[in-house]
């Protein structure tokens, strides 16, 4: 698992149309959107997701479709 400031540096790297893997993804999905303290990825399936990089539980993620929050343990920045 990767320590907090690992996971907030790897995903500090993300732009609009960047691809990344997380919590043992095996494709990489699509950076649609960036704010300063988040960003949004849509899934190959139809999923979107948004990641928050500050707040108390950073860093997390929020499951658009069903507004559920989930903790991030593992993210990547391929390209």
């Known amino acids: 698992m990767q320590s907090t400031s690992d996971l907030l540096e790897e ?3 993300v732009q609009r ?3 990344v893997l997380w ?3 095996k494709h990489t999905q699509t950076v ?3 704010s300063e303290n988040s960003f949004e990825v849509e899934g190959n399936r139809g999923g979107r997701y948004r990641f928050f990089l500050t707040g108390t539980e950073a860093p997390y ?3 658009l479709n069903s507004g559920r929050d989930y903790d991030v343990e593992e993210f990547f920045h391929i390209r």
């Open 17 to 19: 149309g960047s691809e």
């Open 32 to 34: 649609t959107s960036v």
């Open 61 to 63: 993620l929020t499951n």
């Open 11 to 13: 995903m500090k790297k």
């Open 23 to 25: 919590n043992g993804r």
